[in-house]
């Protein structure tokens, strides 16, 4: 390093001397980089396809997939019984609900020894998790009012000499009534550090109950991203305000009785639709509208007919809007998506393609066969209702928000490339083009140009928010969506045409290219990964395990963990989901057995059992210095060793503190 070395970066130093005014401050600083590039890498845990199920979220993220069973068997090995470890792990799982069942039936004197006991195990496992962090990253974990008595400890050995030392803290706090609360606090700890950083791959929206649940939770975790699936899109469209796509959230929370999201999440009243629908089809069966639920409860048979109603009305209110974006914007090339106008009233039948179909209904009052596309007044005054409901819904805001903030359309991280669904390509494997608001690109180029678009939609003003609010529509359903990516949504078709044929969604060319190992390989180099060393993981198709299939692709180059959380999925899949798990040892896959309830996993520590181990670092243990964010900190490390070559040799003077 050279005088002029710093002096061209002196503009850069002089703010960095702000953070660090001395050179003791820097040398503080670059000690404390050069330890923590030292530190095993943190685990990281990919998820996908959540699908709005929440309690087996919630278990998963408490059980860390099985990891804290892990630490359990790692601390106690064979010293204690497995009643116990299940005990134990019960009790950092559901810390709560697990010392409300402990304390039924025991004395004072009884709960006290149990409270003493599981105090020292519950630091045991929180001393292990917490060996791959700096004290002061486990310190900003910690509950205030437990700081001190945590970290003491923590980090207090148990030598002979310091065992009553130890004791004495615990009989102090369980003396004082705060046994329970301490023990609480330490699996909480436990929580959020045995899962150092979350990736979920996307679709936490429809099918499940919870989707606003798994997304209070995420609001709250200490570190996560989000990679946009499809379903997101359509709930991000519709929050951002695209009527289209307000409509598709209503009819699909409607089609699968799954609508505690809309009203218990995010307070959106149904009842404008359910009169506006019994006022318009009040004679009507609407036999292809009946909703599908995997609740066999007597309420949901009562209210089937109504939401029958209610899901053909808020249909024909979504075909009307798509047409009208559609229409807007040639561009999208979704010309055979404009099917209303294709209705012959007179005959009941529809031309789609080169010949007529049988409509399975063609009830249609609020269809004008002169201008289709057109709402009713009734119909423009309930989208315009909803569309104000989503607006000012103060928690939707502030998930979608959330959604922006830790979200984006792609995110490349430590060798791996994550995506939802797919990178859209050519029968030959070449990327393949298309315009996104004015822009031919392809690529690693089109996914960063609808990743911008998507901003524009929620931050943009004017004539270019309009258009990035319609595009979010295209990234729901049209054929160049790396959400999407098939030839139609056939929805339209699925309700009123009695023909698989016109009813087939083909798939892109990436979904069956992607199994081959050169084709991962190009995608990796275009998002300038290491094509020989890196890894794609992508969610969007379900894995039928129970029919074979593996999640395994292309040779081990791509994972696709989508196995199928949501009940909704479980009889398609044969398992309840996937977890990849990323550490300083190798790389897990994680099979998920299938959730009961919380209350099953509070009695009996409920885990999961079945994992594949891909890879194996146990000869080369991997460090925070081999990660991305082993990267940034180097280049900290560089620039810290600047400034106090700036401070030694008078180029910059170090401040009075």
Not at 138 to 156: D, T, W
Not at 283 to 303: A, G, H, M, N, W
Not at 390 to 416: A, D, I, T
Not at 629 to 638: F, I
Request: aromatic share 10%.
């Amino acid at each position: 390093m050279t005088s002029e070395d710093v002096k061209n970066d002196e503009r850069y130093l002089r703010l960095l001397s702000e953070k660090f005014p001395t050179s003791s401050a820097a040398v503080s600083e670059l000690i404390n980089l050069r330890a923590i590039l030292s530190l095993p890498k943190g685990t990281e845990h990919f998820v996908s396809d959540l699908h709005g199920a929440y309690s087996a979220f919630l278990h998963m993220v408490k059980n860390a997939s099985g990891v804290v069973r892990e630490k359990v068997d790692a601390v106690f090995g064979n010293t204690i019984f497995e009643k116990e470890k299940r005990a134990i792990c019960a009790l950092i799982y559901y810390p709560e609900e697990r010392l409300e069942l402990e304390r039924v039936g025991k004395s004072q004197d009884e709960l006290d020894e149990f409270y003493r006991r599981r105090i020292h195990q519950v630091i045991d496992i929180a001393r292990i998790v917490t060996v791959k962090y700096t004290r002061s990253k486990v310190r900003k974990r910690l509950p205030k009012e437990f700081a001190y008595v945590i970290e003491e400890l923590l980090h207090e050995s148990l030598r002979e000499n310091r065992v009553s030392y130890f004791n004495a803290i615990i009989d102090a706090i369980i003396e004082s009534g705060q046994a329970e609360q301490l023990i609480i606090a330490i699996c909480n700890l436990i929580h959020c550090l045995v899962i150092d950083t979350l990736h979920i791959v996307g679709d936490i929206y429809d099918r499940g109950p919870g989707a606003h649940e798994i997304m209070d939770v995420l609001t709250h975790y200490h570190n996560f991203d989000i990679q946009w699936g499809n379903h997101d899109m359509e709930w991000m469209g519709a929050a951002a305000g695209n009527k289209a796509l307000i409509a598709t959230v209503l009819r699909s929370s409607i089609r699968y009785a799954n609508i505690e999201t809309l009203e218990e999440g995010y307070g959106i009243n149904l009842l404008p639709l359910a009169n506006f629908a019994m006022q318009t089809y009040k004679d009507d069966p609407c036999t292809v509208f009946q909703i599908k639920t995997y609740e066999d409860t007597l309420e949901v048979k009562r209210s089937a007919q109504l939401m029958a109603k209610m899901h053909k009305a808020i249909s024909i209110i979504q075909f009307k809007l798509e047409g009208q974006i559609i229409q807007r914007h040639p561009e999208y090339e979704m010309d055979d998506r404009l099917l209303l106008d294709k209705i012959d009233f007179e005959k009941q039948t529809i031309h789609i393609g080169d010949k007529d179909y049988k409509m399975l209904d063609c009830n249609l009052p609020t269809i004008d066969p002169s201008n289709p596309y057109q709402l009713t007044q009734e119909e423009e005054e309930l989208i315009d209702l909803f569309a104000h409901n989503f607006r000012h819904s103060e928690k939707l805001q502030s998930h979608l928000r959330c959604f922006y903030q830790h979200g984006s359309l792609y995110l490349v991280r430590n060798g791996f490339l994550l995506f939802h669904a797919a990178i859209p390509l050519n029968a030959d494997g070449s990327f393949q083009e298309f315009d996104i608001c004015g822009k031919r690109v392809k690529g690693r180029a089109l996914m960063d140009r609808a990743d911008e678009i998507v901003r524009k939609a929620y931050y943009g003003q004017g004539k270019e928010k309009e258009d990035a609010l319609d595009y979010m529509l295209y990234l729901w359903c049209g054929v160049g969506s790396p959400l999407f990516n098939k030839s139609k949504m056939a929805t339209f078709e699925l309700y009123f045409v009695d023909d698989k044929k016109v009813q087939e969604e083909i798939k892109g060319a990436f979904y069956e290219l992607s199994n081959h190992r050169e084709i991962c390989e190009q995608i990796l180099a275009e998002f300038g990964l290491d094509p020989k060393e890196g890894r794609i993981i992508n969610g969007h198709m379900p894995v039928k395990a129970v029919q074979g299939e593996s999640p395994m692709k292309a040779e081990g180059k791509r994972f696709v963990i989508d196995g199928g959380f949501s009940k909704a999925y479980h009889a398609k899949t044969g398992i309840s989901g996937y977890t990849l798990i990323y550490n300083s040892l190798g790389i897990k896959l994680v099979q998920h057995e299938s959730f009961e309830s919380k209350e099953q996993a509070v009695q009996s520590g409920s885990d999961i059992h079945s994992r594949i181990q891909l890879q194996d670092f146990t000869d080369c243990r991997m460090l925070i210095k081999d990660t991305d964010r082993g990267k940034e900190l180097l280049k900290q490390v560089e620039n810290l060793k600047a400034l106090l070559y700036a401070y030694r040799n008078g180029i910059i003077k170090e401040k009075e503190q």
